[in-house]
């Protein structure tokens, strides 16, 4: 469909009560605390390692560097009083097509439980679609209940495992196919 260079990218999404925006080096410290934050079940390639790993510094280089990796990672800020909660966006990782990026959010503990990563995860579908992608995939462990229900609020199925089983558990695979009658985006 796109070219790897040539594919949409995030910008500003907007909804009652969230802005998604690009993410800004400087707050980089507020991003490594996702990594501190995260629970002791995922891979320890995704938590902080023994050497403090990745540092602030470590995240501001790959917020500089960034920018060819797919449609994007977008802050997630409350409207009301401009405190990044999170992140979301759309990722390609070695497993995804430039048609089929990958749906992630993560937010801080403390904002769970609000509706706030389905309101984000929402705006960013919805961004989707008109953008003209044919389908979204999302990675979400087997234990992770609240992902799976804001995936499956969404429209996404899931569709199988991800890998084999290990001690973080089942990576679990969901899908959202987009109705191509309802693309906005010609396919020139």
Request: include cysteine.
């Amino acid at each position: 469909m796109w070219e790897y260079g040539a594919m949409p990218t995030l910008d500003t999404l907007q909804t009652d009560r969230l802005l998604l925006r690009p993410q800004r080096v400087d707050e980089a410290a507020v991003y490594r605390q996702l990594w501190v934050e995260r629970d002791s079940r995922v891979p320890a390639r995704r938590r902080i390692d023994p050497d403090g790993r990745p540092t602030v510094d470590d995240i501001a280089a790959r917020l500089r560097e960034s920018g060819d990796d797919g449609p994007g990672l977008l802050a997630v800020e409350l409207r009301a009083t401009s405190e990044v909660i999170g992140l979301c966006g759309l990722i390609l990782d070695e497993e995804s097509s430039p048609d089929e990026p990958e749906l992630a959010y993560e937010l801080f503990r403390s904002a769970h439980g609000q509706g706030y990563a389905s309101e984000a995860a929402l705006a960013v579908v919805q961004w989707a679609r008109a953008a003209g992608y044919r389908e979204l995939h999302a990675d979400v462990w087997d234990w992770n209940f609240a992902s799976r229900r804001v995936l499956e609020k969404l429209g996404f199925r899931e569709v199988g495992a991800r890998g084999a089983s290990s001690a973080h558990g089942q990576n679990l695979l969901a899908v959202l196919k987009f109705d191509r009658r309802c693309h906005t985006r010609s396919s020139s």
